[in-house]
């Protein structure tokens, strides 16, 4: 095996900010292998199962869980989320970027666990924007925004947050424009 071990990148911050479209973007460079979370919510009519998550029964979710399969994992809005360990570990060793796209606590424990890489909130303008973004969106009912927007709320709050003695996040990027975002994220990755 020749070259150095690859790089993690974290891409989190609250849904609505626009981290998926910025990791859309990540994904063409050819350095780049992303994870694919396993999850127990409900597939979207746009979304693929083993492409945008793997969509699991909660039996399934719970059976991996006790088996030690996912590298972290968090319930959000009443739904189990979780990374798969071992594609982090093949990608890695290739000398990849690999990147993981996770909301707060799936972070914190990945922090706590003293995993190294480079950890990036994507923050929204202001709550009342995030959510004019999620209505835009039209993936979730009314009820659903509402709960994302609170759940919003705590994690910028938690954005600001240390864990083990480091900041939780290395950097927060403010979505205004995703283009700039985009390249914001890209300079820190091939400066
Ligand atoms: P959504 O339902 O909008 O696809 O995702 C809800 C939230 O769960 C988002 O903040 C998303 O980034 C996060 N998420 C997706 N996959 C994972 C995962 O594997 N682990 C954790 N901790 N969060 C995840």
Same mark, same amino acid.
């Given at each position: ?106 972070? *914190?424990? %990945?922090?706590? $666990? !003293?995993?190294?890489? @480079? ?7 202001? =709550? #009342? /924007?995030?959510? *004019?973004? %999620?209505?835009? $969106? !039209?993936?979730?009912? @009314? ?7 609170? =759940? #919003? /709320? ?38």
């Amino acid at each position: 095996m020749s070259g150095a071990r690859g790089k993690l990148v974290v891409i989190s911050g609250p849904s609505g900010a626009g981290k998926t479209s910025v990791c859309r973007a990540l994904k063409q460079h050819p350095e780049v292998e992303f994870s694919v979370s396993a999850t127990t919510r409900c597939r979207r009519d746009d979304e693929r199962d083993g492409v945008d998550y793997h969509f699991l029964s909660r039996d399934d979710f719970q059976r991996r869980l006790s088996e030690n399969q996912f590298l972290e994992w968090a319930t959000y809005n009443g739904n189990l989320y979780g990374t798969p360990r071992w594609p982090m570990d093949a990608a890695l060793a290739r000398g990849k970027t690999f990147l993981v796209e996770i909301e707060v606590k799936g972070t *914190r424990q %990945l922090r706590e $666990r !003293g995993i190294e890489g @480079l950890y990036v909130f994507i923050a929204p303008p202001s =709550i #009342a /924007e995030l959510r *004019r973004r %999620l209505v835009n $969106r !039209g993936s979730n009912d @009314l009820v659903e925004i509402d709960q994302r927007v609170r =759940i #919003a /709320e705590e994690e910028l709050a938690a954005a600001r947050e240390t864990v083990a003695g480091r900041r939780l996040y290395d950097v927060t990027i403010e979505n205004i424009d995703l283009d700039q975002t985009i390249r914001a994220v890209k300079e820190m990755l091939w400066p």
